[in-house]
């Protein structure tokens, strides 16, 4: 809900009436569900309550006339913590995202938020829905019984975010291996090609063999990009 | 496999013991036969790429498949986090590396819908010529590998023959013959090459010609027809809700498509075609639907290449690339199916959170549906026309 550019605010003047009448379906169903409300480019994102997640699913694929999930998935709005900019030696090819925590269309109450997008194929309308998860015990229930194709959608995002969903029949690792520890999607798993070497971007990331010389002689690391040994 | 009732809360244990029972009943009254369990891949022909497909049999006849994915998996998601928004054309075009200009467009899309620009129009009608040169490519050699799996050998060259004509094409035009990496935020990094366009209208005359061989040789065959008719039906109901896209949905009757009924995007607006369903749901129907697309896309690019507007290819665009705060969901309809991204920015030189939807991955979501109560060699050609790639849904 960005105010800033002309493209939202025409939007938000002359709503779009597909989706208000989504909008009132929804409420008619599901009263009192809705938290917030806004579009991304055009598109109606809906913030829906945790408990009226897994009603959505019959509501949407009902009342919404949505037969069609697109994707399931998870966002984690924790502010990146990795090196960038100065960080980095100067590079400034390397995106440097804000420090603070900011969430994006529709809001959201804490860090991990789920989200999915059902669209209809005869009326050619659609809709992202999102839904807050507490972070601390991320759950929220399975659309499987009503959209059996969330089944893996909901697998993946359970392996990357460690969100999981009750009533998910088989809730096993997707593409990681069975056993795999932590879930690298979460803003805090370290992408460890990163860790490990610099960033490649970097224009003369490597110092020249008499610079790394003198600093392994001089023992002064400040700054030089082959350090990266935390 | 007939019925068409979504199977509701799925309990796999319950209902495999069902079909064992049921299965043991029919089958195995003299000879007690246990189910035997096969691994397809990671490494089969069969199977396009390292998808492994365990399938416990009763006899010749599937009890259960549970595809196993991963074994190519990139992180793709994780990485555009680290990346610019120029960067990550690089990525995303090896996600499915068929059709890797396709996969730029809705990327591309949604970064210059959030930063409030547009490419010039003669840029639009390149990109829409470049995806529907990438379907045309990816559907020939599907027309043709076909064919391969009910055991006609010919196709296959035919296919590889033709896909090489608009890989040519395409490396013409963008210097790449399977990565491009062609699209930048404002346009296109280039104009066509002189010679380019009346080069094309004479492959899109060949890949004519070799469709109506491809309906003489395979279609029209007894024994290719008897292994598709009837066989992996998917119901239309069914394949919305597992969100099988594309082609695959269209050959189950349902009559949607991204270029006609999706957001307005690149010159499809402009363009007069028809959008090809066919009602049985089978192996066959998505051949057929396959072969009259690719027509379709001839006509396509023929009419793209008349009307081809005169002009830059490239916006004002700003030096280093800032993606203001927002969010943007962008989806076309792509050769495999329907590719989105939903971007998520916070204003820096790369996205927060890129959340890449493609299509095979839900295509192929649909086995352990589809698959029950099928014989084993049915497997491969279901599988075959399914259509998918392993970049596409391990990403």
Not at chain 2, 310 to 338: C, D, F, S, Y
């Amino acid at each position: 809900m960005t105010e800033g550019d002309d493209a939202a605010e025409a939007t938000e003047a002359s709503p779009n009436p597909v989706h208000l009448d989504l909008l009132d379906r929804l409420e008619r169903a599901l009263p009192g569900a809705v938290v917030e409300h806004g579009t991304a480019c055009g598109e109606l994102v809906v913030r829906v309550t945790n408990a009226s997640w897994g009603p959505l699913a019959e509501v949407a694929r009902g009342d919404l006339e949505c037969d069609y999930l697109s994707f399931v998935s998870a966002i984690d709005w924790a502010p990146t913590p990795r090196d960038g900019g100065e960080d980095a030696g100067g590079d400034t090819s390397a995106p440097v995202q804000p420090t603070d925590m900011t969430f994006g269309v529709a809001g959201s109450a804490g860090r991990f938020q789920v989200f999915a997008r059902v669209q209809s194929t005869a009326r050619g309308w659609g809709a992202t829905f999102k839904v807050d998860v507490d972070e601390a015990t991320p759950l929220v229930a399975s659309w499987v019984g009503v959209y059996p194709g969330a089944d893996w959608h909901e697998r993946e995002t359970w392996e990357m975010f460690g969100v999981r969903f009750d009533g998910h029949p088989n809730l096993r690792q997707l593409y990681l291996p069975a056993g795999f520890e932590g879930h690298p999607l979460r803003k805090d798993f370290p992408l460890l090609a990163r860790v490990v070497k610099p960033w490649p971007g970097l224009v003369d990331v490597e110092a020249m063999p008499e610079e790394a010389a003198a600093v392994t002689a001089g023992g002064d690391g400040a700054g030089d990009g082959a350090g990266g040994g935390e | 496999m007939s019925t068409t009732e979504m199977p509701s809360a799925p309990d796999f244990e319950l209902e495999r013991s069902a079909m064992r029972h049921l299965a043991d009943a029919q089958m195995n009254v003299e000879l007690d036969t246990g189910d035997m369990i096969l691994n397809l891949g990671p490494q089969h022909p069969a199977t396009h790429g390292t998808l492994r497909l365990v399938v416990r049999l009763d006899g010749e006849r599937v009890i259960a498949a549970d595809p196993v994915i991963g074994y190519m998996h990139r992180g793709y998601e994780k990485l555009t986090e680290f990346r610019t928004y120029p960067q990550i054309t690089t990525l995303i075009n090896r996600i499915d590396w068929l059709s890797s200009f396709a996969n730029e467009v809705p990327f591309v899309h949604a970064a210059e819908q959030l930063m409030g620009i547009e490419a010039p129009a003669r840029a639009q009608y390149i990109r829409t010529i470049l995806t529907e040169l990438s379907r045309i490519a990816t559907f020939v050699l599907f027309l043709g590998e076909m064919g391969l799996q009910v055991g006609a050998l010919t196709p296959a060259f035919y296919g590889f023959r033709d896909r090489e004509h608009v890989l040519n094409l395409i490396e013409g035009a963008t210097g790449g013959r399977f990565h491009p990496n062609f699209n930048r935020i404002g346009g296109l990094k280039d104009d066509l090459p002189w010679g380019w366009v009346s080069e094309t209208r004479q492959v899109m005359q060949l890949v004519l010609d070799s469709c109506d061989q491809f309906e003489d040789l395979v279609v029209g065959n007894e024994i290719f027809l008897s292994r598709t008719r009837g066989i992996g039906i998917i119901p239309g109901d069914i394949g919305t809700a597992y969100g099988v896209s594309g082609s695959n949905l269209r050959a189950s009757g349902v009559d949607w498509d991204l270029r006609r009924d999706g957001v307005p995007y690149l010159a499809y607006p402009d363009l007069d075609f028809k959008v090809w369903t066919h009602s049985a749901g089978d192996s066959f129907a998505r051949y057929w639907v396959r072969l009259q697309e690719t027509r379709e896309s001839v006509r396509m690019v023929l009419q793209l290449l008349d009307g081809l507007p005169a002009g830059p290819v490239m916006a004002k665009v700003p030096r280093i690339i800032k993606v203001p705060e927002g969010e943007a969901w962008v989806e076309t309809e792509n050769p495999l199916g329907q590719m989105g991204y939903y971007v998520v920015s916070k204003g820096a030189t790369g996205p927060f959170r890129v959340k890449i939807r493609s299509a095979s991955f839900s295509n192929v979501s649909i086995l352990p549906w589809l698959l029950r109560g099928v014989y084993v060699p049915d497997v491969v050609t279901i599988l075959a026309s399914l259509y998918f790639i392993l970049g596409d849904i391990d990403r």
